[in-house]
Nanobody, 123 residues
Framework: VQLQASGGGLVQTGDSLTLSCADSRRTSSNSAVGWFRQAPGKEREFVAAIGWRGSTTRYADSVKDRFTISRDNARNTVHLKMNNLKPEDTAVYYC?????????????????WGRGTLVTVSS
């Protein structure tokens, strides 16, 4: 699995940004995919996950109602639409492919990780 996250950048508070995760090896089509983030000096944390059919999703409380995860299995791509961004959303965002097909928050259920993309939200 080769995952590549993209779409990060520098934005202002209240702006929107969409991250994309491309799976060039096409092994995520039967697996859940998750987004995680790691802020400077902090541990990596769960952000959102989507099941392999795309019908089930899970979100961290901190991003619920602001972020939306979606997937296009035909293009082996997962997106994270982020609205109303806040300075506390500043982090490196990573996408990961889970061992199973069920969306999960558990980091240890994710086997494959991509390189992250930096999101910086200025106040």
């Amino acid at each position: 699995v080769q995952l590549q996250a993209s779409g990060g950048g520098l934005v202002q508070t209240g702006d929107s940004l969409t991250l994309s995760c491309a799976d060039s090896r096409r092994t995520s089509s039967n697996s859940a995919v998750g987004w995680f983030r790691q802020a400077p000096g902090k541990e990596r944390e769960f952000v959102a996950a989507i099941g392999w059919r795309g019908s089930t999703t899970r979100y961290a409380d901190s991003v619920k109602d602001r972020f939306t995860i979606s997937r296009d299995n035909a293009r082996n791509t997962v997106h994270l639409k982020m609205n109303n961004l806040k300075p506390e959303d500043t982090a490196v965002y990573y996408c990961a492919v889970a061992l199973g097909s069920i969306a999960t928050k558990a980091m240890d259920r994710y086997r494959y990780w991509g390189r992250g993309t930096l999101v910086t939200v200025s106040s």
